[in-house]
DNA sequence: CGAATCACCTGATCGC
DNA sequence: TGCGATCAGGTGATTC
């Protein structure tokens, strides 16, 4: 099966998956950590932190996700191949680092393979360095506009793709919704961002939320065990225009998709359609 | 300071 | 068939 990396539409599908499993009378009992060696280094306090403590909502900031207590948060990051789960007994696989146990004998589990991803316990009114430097949510329309963009490209000689996968810019893009996004408005990744004009900005802002949402309705590009009910799994991929199809032919002018490197990712575009 | 590059990590894929 | 090389990329550290 396709999976590709999370970013915000593939992290909101889990969100929503997560909340509709836990409810909002899910209790923790216990939590196992079974590596700590992740990205970084998981805080031990997290295996009895939250013991007896309710789930009181699931949120979500950014690529990470909020389990809310009253006693705290714990913030989960995916990273590239984190997955949350349920596993009940027998269910256990390589590279499960962490189970939530709940009171009501179910079990979350967190695996990642590659170990890219973190864990983290946040307590009431702090607020995790990490998430402090984070840029505005792309949907949330009063944050994210063209003029906050015009204000962070100004005098940046950057990359636009580089620029907008920054997570201190704007959050939750990553390298396939960039390309996607850049490609819908019609700029090339590689456009210096200073350069941008209005117009320019305008539509970058809009197709960056567009494409965003789409994704989320389409339930993510597929990655998640979570699935929407009667679904089988996010789909959106099949809606990628020009992620990994360097050498495949534009869908709007027919013109050979380009490949290269921008901001040391792998990246593709169309010559014709972005400028 | 901004921009570019590297390191981290495992699984899938490719070439010989 | 086997095996080493290569690639994938979110994020934070390092280098230029």
Known sequence: MMRTVPELPEVETVRRGLQHLLGTSSVIARIELLRRDLRRR?????????????????????????????????????????????????????????????????????????????????????????????????????????TYLHGRTRGRAVALKTLIMDQRVVVGVGNIYAQEALFRAGLKPARKAR?????????????????????????GSTISDFRQAGGDGGYFQHNFQVYDRAGQSCAVCATILRGGVVGGRGTSWCPSCQR
């Open 195 to 219: 350069t941008l004009r209005r117009a320019e900005l305008e539509r970058l802002v809009a197709e960056i939320r567009t494409v965003l949402t789409e994704a989320i309705a389409a339930g």
């Open 42 to 146: 998981l805080p031990a306090a997290l295996a009895t932190h939250f013991t007896g403590q309710p789930i009181t909502a699931l949120g979500r900031r950014a690529k990470y996700l909020l389990f809310e207590t009253p006693v705290g948060t714990l913030v989960s990051h995916l990273g590239m191949t984190g997955t949350w789960r349920l596993a009940q007994p027998g269910a256990e696989r390589e590279h499960d680092h962490c189970y939530v146990h709940l009171r009501d004998g179910r079990r979350l589990a967190y695996r990642d393979p590659r170990r890219f991803g973190m864990l983290e316990l946040q307590l009431p009114g702090a607020v995790l360095p990490v998430l402090k430097l984070l840029g505005p949510e792309p949907l949330v329309v009063e944050d994210f506009h063209a």
